[in-house]
């Protein structure tokens, strides 16, 4: 049996779920555990190609609650585990998403947004960015990475598993159909060779010893009797995220200096947002772009201080303002105007944005 | 002085007397659970996963590690951590709602594939934590909150009969039986064989257990063992279904 996925560095030239099977090989996750839909569906295919000749596991399971709910229990069991959806798969998988949130289970969900609402399309869209920040009956207790190239959906798919059994919150990479179904090269690496530590894994059930002879037994709730016990449990939960969320939101602004407009978009947005700005610049315009990476928590201290100098604000995103809602809600109190440019399940590109902008004068 | 009964070694004193009603069956399926738990001498090896509902309440029962799920969704949470773990002995406890109406998938499709875990199922014909309706398992014409006429199988359908379904999509290797708290010597032998299975790694392993639920039939003690012992058992047939080894239909 092989025993390192990727040794040194390799450049690939390969589609986005490739990719992140190939990321989750590197980060040592131990299974998966996944459910037919489209445009997740290669994610799968390339790890049951190549999870057993490194030891791995993998099961399909019989719909998106189990996947993951089973994706739980393997992470319960101390096991690096994963699981990968969209669309309406990632509406069901809300259910274990809401326990993974309430019992601080460090489990990894790949998202690649298809349209919506309902089956909509299986291409492409930004429109999962509420649900997978604040699905669930809870209070949206959850890392959320939006990554922009291959080489981010590679670095950021490692670095899930990290945050997630770092900080104790599930953790999730958000992209889309574009990024799952293109073929881009890039650099994959072995995290180790780079300096990146792999967060040790812990078992959460499962440790040796007789319970309440050698140890205690591990009694895990997610239910409670009164408002107070569970306001306790949930103000834990609340601190525990916002103590965590400065080492963890991620931004990158491009020209925002002396910018009097600023473009904000995420995902695979931000390259025709990046190619915007350099075109703009070249016209003479004062246009820069901010970037968040972490969708959840914001990294709005960064974007207050890329922001200080605007006089405007144009919010760019393939959904009816999803993002543009968090923005709203992060900026609250600041009197800088917000034009929208939604594109509903549809692609961006730069000309798009630069034709917008030229247009408003 | 009087002297105490006997509990199973592997129950967690610091938790007893335990939460469920007085009459409830649970104790019952959970004393020889705990019982099967101490001959098989596994506790150190056991995950405990418990459905919501009232099964939840055995969350703190055992000195074993526990996890309380979501409802109808504690198959999958054990079979992802057999799966990860296969030296663990997984146990999901659930009701009959949970394992047969929103559970149901989970219970059907882990038995397909004949996961090596164990289900343990109490049956007590109604939804007992959220009180008191029909379940998949309500008799004919039984009143309960949803059904306050009497359960209508014309608009309703039947009782299900979970273990004779089990039992048809399980391959040869899987345990299944249908037991009742009216004779707890059978059920334990029933949960350990069931136990065995997934120790000798030969296939799924599912026991219902019939059980009590006197706070929402509104039974006396007496009415109580009554209907399970009579009403239930003309339904629900007790015994073994399938056994790794033997021949079916015997």
């Known amino acids: ?361 | 002085m009087a002297l105490a009964p006997n509990m199973p070694k592997a129950w967690r004193a610091e938790t007893k007397p335990h939460k469920f009603c007085p009459g409830c069956g649970h104790g019952l399926i959970l004393k020889a659970l705990g019982e099967c738990i101490d001959e098989l001498g596994i506790q150190d090896r056991i995950v405990f996963g418990c459905d919501i509902g009232c099964s939840l309440l055995s969350w703190d029962f055992f000195n074993a590690d526990a996890i309380q799920t979501h409802h109808g969704r504690t198959t999958p949470v054990l079979t992802g951590v057999k799966r990860a773990r296969p030296d663990r002995i997984c146990i999901a406890y659930m009701g009959d709602g949970g394992g047969y109406a929103i559970g149901s998938q989970h219970l059907v499709n882990a038995a397909s594939r004949n996961e090596k875990v164990t289900v343990l199922l109490a049956n007590n014909c109604n939804y007992g934590m959220t009180g008191g309706q029909m379940a998949p398992t309500t008799l004919p014409g039984m009143k309960t909150e949803t059904s306050p006429y009497g359960r209508d199988v014309e608009a309703t359908g039947n009782p299900t009969q979970g273990p004779e379904m089990v039992s048809a999509i399980t391959p040869e290797g899987a345990y299944v039986a249908r037991g009742t708290t009216a004779n707890l010597r059978q059920l334990k032998k029933m949960i350990k064989k069931a136990l065995e299975t997934q120790l000798n790694g030969t296939g799924f392993s599912f026991v219902e257990a019939l059980s009590a639920c006197p706070t929402n039939w509104r039974t006396n003690a007496k009415d109580t063992w009554n209907f399970v012992e009579k009403e239930m058992t003309q339904y629900f047939k007790v015994g073994e279904l399938k056994v790794p080894g033997e021949k079916e239909g015997k």
Request: proline residues 6%; glycine residues 8%; contains cysteine.
């Open chain 1, 1 to 361: 049996m092989a025993d390192k996925p990727i040794k040194g560095e390799k450049r690939f030239f390969v589609t986005g779920n490739e990719v992140v099977a190939w990321a989750a090989l590197a980060a040592g996750v131990d299974i998966m555990y996944g459910y037919p839909i489209t445009p997740q569906n290669e994610v799968m295919h390339y790890w049951t190609r190549l999870a057993p000749k490194y030891g791995r596991k993998f099961l399909q399971t019989e719909d998106e609650i189990s996947a993951g709910f089973t994706t739980c229990g393997g992470v319960f069991s101390g096991a690096r585990a994963f699981t990968a959806t969209a669309g309406p798969g990632n509406t069901l998988m809300q259910e274990p998403m809401s326990m993974a949130e309430m019992m601080r289970i460090p489990a990894v969900f790949v998202i690649t947004q298809r349209g919506g609402p309902s089956t909509a399309t299986v291409i492409y869209s930004q429109q999962e960015v509420t649900l997978t920040c604040f699905g669930g009956n809870g209070e949206g207790m959850r890392v959320v990475y939006s990554p922009g190239s291959h080489q981010e959906l590679y670095d950021y798919t490692i670095k899930a598993f990290n945050t997630a059994w770092k900080y104790r919150f599930p953790t999730f990479v958000l992209g889309d159909g574009y990024q799952a179904k293109m073929r881009e090269s890039l650099i994959m690496y072995d995290p180790e060779e780079r300096g990146i530590q792999m967060e040790p894994t812990e078992m959460i059930v499962g440790k040796e010893g007789t319970p309440g002879v050698d140890r205690e037994p591990a009694h895990l709730r997610n239910t409670y009797n009164t408002e107070e016990e569970l306001n306790v449990v949930v103000n834990e939960l609340v601190d525990a995220f916002w103590k965590a969320a400065p080492e963890i939101v991620e931004h990158q602004e491009f020209n925002c200096e002396d910018a009097d407009i600023v473009i904000v978009a995420h995902g695979v947005v931000t390259r025709a947002a990046q190619a915007a700005v350099k075109e703009l610049r070249a016209q003479g315009k004062k246009v820069g772009h901010f970037r968040p990476i972490t969708l959840r928590p914001y990294p709005i201290e960064a974007m207050k201080t890329a922001i200080a100098k605007a006089k405007e604000i144009i919010l760019v995103e393939s959904a009816e303002g999803q993002l543009d809602k968090i923005v709203k809600a992060e900026l609250y109190g600041s009197q800088i105007p917000i034009t929208p440019y939604f594109r509903p399940g549809m692609g961006i590109t730069a000309e798009e944005i630069i034709e917008f902008i030229n247009k408003k004068g």
